[in-house]
């Protein structure tokens, strides 16, 4: 399945997530632009973009545009083709976050973002890193459990690849963790963002303990997610 079939069926359940703790991936967020801030006046494309998650960590004045690849979410963010990909640019910034890894076509996909970018601007990639504690976690134990099957296809840390594309300014696996003020908000979150069926409470505690990890930190539980982020231009 690709992303616009996955999310038709697990889109809402998803958004739900992110509506119940929209603050739980502030750090995954925020780690997009650790070396490029974008700054009142500048126009940012965020896709596929979800419920718009993306707006509350932008400074006032960003002009952002939300498209998405599945109408799933029914949040009324404008689809758009992944083959035909956007043309309401030129953009200052583009983010495409947590969602490269569901694409087919990712150099041919990131080739039409940059396309849309002004000169001088940023396309702004995070995703899950190939071969990491992340990808075994949602081919295995989140596979066997959700709606649709998971098998993404993760970004290597290869920065010749990158190169291949555009001009890379940034590449690195960062740590962004998730923040939730208790485990069962951690499992609540978990089970709806990766739109889970039947599965057992505890198994899932246990899959989050041995394959990501968490722990806590004062009054909070930080479970240890970790992407690969990569900064591009032209």
């Known amino acids: ?27 995954e967020f925020e780690r997009l632009f650790d070396a490029c801030r974008p700054t009142a006046g500048q126009h940012l494309l965020d896709f596929p973009s979800g419920g718009g998650y993306l707006q509350r960590h932008l400074a006032a004045g960003v002009t952002v ?24 640019g030129p953009f200052d910034h583009i983010v495409c976050l947590a969602a490269l890894h569901h694409i087919d076509d990712q150099a041919g996909f990131l080739e039409r973002l940059l396309g849309q970018l002004r000169p001088g601007g940023t396309l702004h990639v995070g995703d899950v890193a190939a071969g990491s504690r992340i990808d075994a976690f949602l ?3 989140i596979g066997r459990y959700n709606q649709t099957g998971h098998q993404g296809s993760y970004l290597r840390n290869d920065p010749a690849w990158f190169e291949r594309i555009g001009r890379v300014t940034r590449i690195g696996e960062l740590s962004c963790p998730w923040v939730f003020e208790s485990e069962a908000q951690m499992l609540d979150f978990c089970n709806d963002l990766f739109g889970l069926v039947d599965c057992p409470r505890q198994a899932l505690r246990d ?25 591009l231009q032209t």
Request: aromatic share 10%.
């Open 1 to 27: 399945m690709d992303y616009r079939e996955i999310f038709m069926h697990r889109g809402k359940a998803y958004h739900n997530a992110m509506l119940r703790q929209p603050s739980a991936r502030d750090h």
């Open 65 to 88: 545009t939300n498209l998405e690849l599945s109408s799933g979410f029914d949040t009324g963010v404008p689809v758009c083709d992944a083959a035909a990909g956007p043309h309401s």
């Open 207 to 231: 899959a989050l303990s041995s394959h990501v990890g968490f722990h806590r930190q004062g009054s909070q539980i930080l479970l240890e997610w970790r992407l690969l982020y990569a900064d």
């Open 139 to 141: 081919d295995g134990f």
